[in-house]
């Protein structure tokens, strides 16, 4: 499965960016996807994830009522909607897919459990 990420940018704090994750002739079907990010110095972290079957949706703490994850069937797409930017939102976001996973497996998601993985794309949040 090849996943394409896009939709990073610059963006003032307070501000909104929409972010896609595409799996062109591939299908998510009975995967999750998910959204890690990684900021210069610090170690990739799980940002937010999606059932594609069940629609089930999981996020870090620190993006709660901020970012939302998002399916759209019809172009076969994952969308992070982030609002509410902050300056420590910057990292390079990563899209990546793997097998269904449990809710109790989201209190400590690894990036090691995604079998596939999208480039990074940008996103920084100027103060």
């Known amino acids: 499965v090849q996943l394409q990420a896009s939709g990073g940018g610059l963006v003032q704090a307070g501000g909104s960016l929409r972010l896609s994750c595409a799996a062109p002739?591939?299908?998510?079907?009975?995967?999750?996807v998910a959204w890690f990010r990684q900021a210069p110095g610090k170690e990739r972290e799980f940002v937010a994830a999606i059932n594609w079957s069940r629609n089930s949706k999981y996020y870090t703490d620190s993006v709660k009522g901020r970012f939302g994850i998002s399916k759209d069937y019809a172009k076969n797409t994952v969308v992070l909607l982030m609002n509410s930017l902050k300056p420590e939102d910057t990292a390079l976001y990563y899209c990546?897919?793997?097998?269904?996973?449990?809710?109790?497996?989201?209190?400590?998601?690894?990036?090691?459990?995604?079998?596939?993985w999208g480039q990074g794309t940008q996103v920084t949040v100027s103060s």
């Open positions: 002739g591939s299908t998510f079907s009975n995967r999750d």
């Open positions: 990546a897919a793997g097998t269904s996973k449990t809710l109790s497996y989201y209190s400590r998601p690894r990036s090691d459990d995604y079998s596939y």
